[in-house]
């Protein structure tokens, strides 16, 4: 598929839940492409002024991020997941592209069973939402390289799962404007298998020496 150019670029507004390393970098780059994005939720709102100003964006309380969305990222600590959510209300109707790994608080184990997923537990405690799991396969490190070289054939390939296929036609719009193909990967079952693997990549990434340097390899595999 060759990449979309800009006048293809369907303009979305976008809520970003969560300014940390996921929700600033993947706001900056849909700033980019021309998407009306809004950053909220965070402890500092400074910070949130300071994205919103660095890429000509906005920011607001989660209910302003919420209104009228076309697509709302969330991108929060597993442990700040029901707040945020108590904020955000029922979401009935509105897609959600979630990038959450279900970690506790020392980010060393995942904290759902092997029989449910992060993903799946999501869609419970809203379950008017339109529930969509990605981003959580790839470390943020790569989305500026990958944005920078998104002309490029071939593209890394981005996992996309979630039970409605509505919700995952915005979602794989919103990878492809990253520079990622997206992968169909199934339903929201999925996550069950993906949330361990994106769990190593995390560690990875973050937590052995040397690791930046390895996870930059995953945005360079083809198929």
Request: aromatic share 6%; charged share 25%; with cysteine.
């Amino acid at each position: 598929m060759p990449p979309r150019t800009s006048a293809q670029v369907r303009q979305m507004k976008i809520g970003i839940l969560g300014s940390g390393l996921m929700g600033a970098k993947l706001g900056r780059l849909w700033a980019a492409c021309g998407h009306d994005v809004t950053f909220a939720y965070s402890r500092s709102p400074a910070k949130l002024e300071r994205l919103a100003r660095d890429c000509d964006a906005a920011h607001g309380t989660v209910a302003e991020a919420v209104a009228d969305a076309d697509a709302l990222l969330l991108a929060v600590h597993w442990s700040r997941i029901d707040d945020v959510l108590h904020q955000a209300g029922d979401l009935a109707g509105t897609v959600v592209l979630n990038c959450c790994v279900p970690l506790d608080d020392s980010n060393t184990d995942i904290v759902v069973g092997m029989t449910t997923s992060g993903a799946e537990q999501l869609a419970r405690k809203r379950p008017k939402a339109r529930w969509v799991s990605c981003f959580n396969t790839s470390p943020s490190e790569s989305f500026a390289g990958v944005f920078a070289r998104k002309a490029e054939e071939p593209r890394p390939h981005l996992l996309v799962y979630g039970d409605d296929a509505g919700a995952k036609k915005i979602a794989g719009e919103l990878v492809l404007d990253i520079g990622f193909e997206p992968l169909e990967a199934g339903g929201l079952r999925t996550a069950r298998f993906v949330e361990p693997f994106a769990m190593v990549t995390a560690e990875l990434a973050y937590g052995q020496p040397g690791g930046p340097a390895l996870t930059y390899r995953f945005d360079k595999l083809r198929t």
